[in-house]
C-alpha cells in the first residue's frame, strides 16, 4: 500500500506571492482552469449541446431569486396568501422576482426536456456514460419534486387541490399506503403541518439538485462530452478548450434564451399558470378539474389513462423510472441516431407521442381523450420495448472513422 | 379516510366537466397592447362604480386610496375621495358589511374582488361580460338552464353554471354619478369596473411592460454582439 504514496512536497512559504502561496494550499484555480477553461470539449457539438449549461443558469437563477422571495413569503396556510400578494404590490421589484421564479420554473423545464432529448437522440447516455445519464434522471426526478412543493406554496385552490392530488396517489401503496399519507401531511388533510414543511423542503431540494449537478458534471468530465456524430474521438486535435469557444457561444445561447424568458416575465406571467390559482385555498369548494402544471401533463395523462388506480400510479412512476435502465434496452453499438435510420424515426414518432401525451393530460379524462391517452401511453412504454429487437432488425449506416 | 378514497376516485373516474359559461366576446381595452395605458379618468369612474355599487357586500382588500396615487391621483384628490367614504386613505378599501352579516343574509362571505380578473379565465372579458350576462328571458333561460334556475341563484349567460348567486348589481342606468359627467349607462359602468378591477389585479401591469420594452431591447443587442463575438472566436475551428 505505501509503496504508491508520495509524501507531501515542501513548498515555498512566501505570502507577498499571494497568488503561488494561496494555489499551494487550496489549487482551486487550477482545478476552476481544467474544468471549465482548458476542459477539452469535442469541435463538433452543435447548438443542442446549449442546454446543458442553460439548465445550470436556470437552476441558478431559481436559486437566486427564490432566496429574495423566502425573505417575504410566509409558510403559514392564514399568511401564504397574502404574503404573495405583498410581494406582488409593496415589496419593491417583488413582481419582478416573482415572476422570474414562476416563468423561471416553467423554462427550467423547457431547457431540462430538450437537454434529456438530445440526449435520447444522439444517444448520450450510452457506455460509458450510463451513470452520467442516470444522475440526470435523478436531477429531473428531484426537479419535479421541488417544482410540485413550490406549486403547493401561494397556497391558492389548484396548490391546495393538485397538493390534495398528488399526495394521495401515495395512498396506493399496499398496507401502509394511508398511514404513509397521513403521516406527510401531518395530519388528516393537506393543512397548515403540509405547507410548513413543503416549504422547509422546497427550499432545502434546490441544494440537494447542485450537489447531483456536481456528480453529473464529474462523471461527465470524466469521458467527455458525447458529440453528433457519437463516435470515440481519439485525436487530440478533435477537441476545443471548453474557453472561449464554449463560454461564448453558451452566451449566445443564453441570450436567445433570456430573450422568450423575458417576454414572459414581463408580458405574460400568467400565461403557463391556472386562473385558479389566484383563489385562495378552500377545502370546502372543488375546482371543477384539477389539473397540475404543464410539465407534468405527460404524466398525468399516463396516471389517468389507466383505470385501476394502483396501476396507474405505478404506471406514472414506471414511465420515469424506466428512463434508468434505457442504457441497458438500447442494445445497438451506435450512439447517434444520424446512423440508425429506424431509431430515428421512432425517436421522433416518441417526440410526437410524448407531446400529444401532454395535451391530453389537460383535457377532461372522459370519452375520446381516455382513449387516446390509453393509446399514447400504450405507445410511450412500447418505444422502450422496442428498442432491444430493433438493435437486431436495424442496420446502422457506416460510421466516419474521425470527425 | 373516505374523503381520501373519494379525491381518488375524482382522479381516476371521468370527472363530469362543469358546465362551461359561454364563449366571451373580446373588448378592446386601453390597459392592452403597444399604446397600453391606465386610463385615470376611466379607473375613476371604476372606482365610483365600485366604491358605491360593489362595496356594498364586496372588498378589494388588496388595494387602498393612496395605492391610486400609482396611477396619477394626487394626494389631495385621494384624500377627498377617502374622506367621503369616511375611511383613512391608507385603509383597504374593504366593505361595510361584517361576515356574520354577509353570511346570514347570503350564506356566504361574497368573494373578495382585488384579485377576481386574473382568477377567471377572460379577465376583464368576464367581468365585462358577466355585467352583461344577466337575463329575464325565459327562452334564454330554458337554452342554458332546461331545468330552470335553482332557488336563490339568478340566470347568467357567462358564468360557470349559468346559475350565479349575485343578484344583478347593475340592474339600471344612473346607479351612480360620474366625477366628468359621462351618462352612467349600464354598458358605462361595466366597461369602467372592469378597467378597475384590472387594475386592482395586476396594478404593476404598466411598470411591468414599460420595464420588459427596455430590457428586451437590451437583451437583443446583447444576444447580436455575443454571436458577432463568437462568429469571431470561432473562426480558425476547423469545420468538419
Redesign the interface.
Known sequence: MSSHFTPPQPVENDIRNFGRWFEDRLPIASFIGDHLGKYPTPRNLNYMWNFGSLAGIALILQIITGLFLAMHYKGDIHLAFDSVQTIMRDIEWGWVIRNMHMVGASFFFIVVYIHIGRGLYFGSYKSPREVLWGLGIVIFLLMMATAFMGYVLPWGQMSYWGATVITNLLSVIPFVGPDIVIWLWGGYSVGDPTLSRFYAIHFVLPFVIVGVVILHIWALHLHKSNNPLGIDLKKADDYIPFHPYYTIKDIFGLGVYLIPFTFMVFFAPDYLGHPDNYIPANPLVTPAHIVPEWYFLPFYAILRAIPIKELGVLAMFGSILILFVLPWLDRSPVRSARFRPLYKQLFWLFVVNFLILGWVGAKPAEGMYVTIAQICTALYFGFFALLPVLAKVEKPRPLPATL | ?I??MM??L??????A??GEGAALPHKDWGFEGVRATWDKDELYRGYTVATQVCMACHSFK?VSHR?LMRVGFTESEVQTLAKALNMDMNAKLKTGMDDATAKETFGKVP?DL??MN????GGADYTYALMHGYSDDSATIVKYLPGGVPQGAYFNTYY?GHAIAMANPLSGPGLVTYHDGKEATVDQMAHDVSVFMQWT????RM???A???Y??IY??I??VL??L??RV??KD??K?
Open positions: 379516510m374523503r381520501m379525491v381518488g375524482a382522479l381516476l373516474a371521468p370527472a366537466w362543469a388588496y395605492d368573494p382585488s384579485l386574473r382568477a377567471r379565465p360557470p389585479a395586476e396594478p404593476e411598470d411591468r411592460q420595464w420588459g420594452v430590457v428586451l437583451l437583443f446583447f444576444t455575443a454571436y463575438t463568437k472566436i470561432w475551428v476547423k468538419h
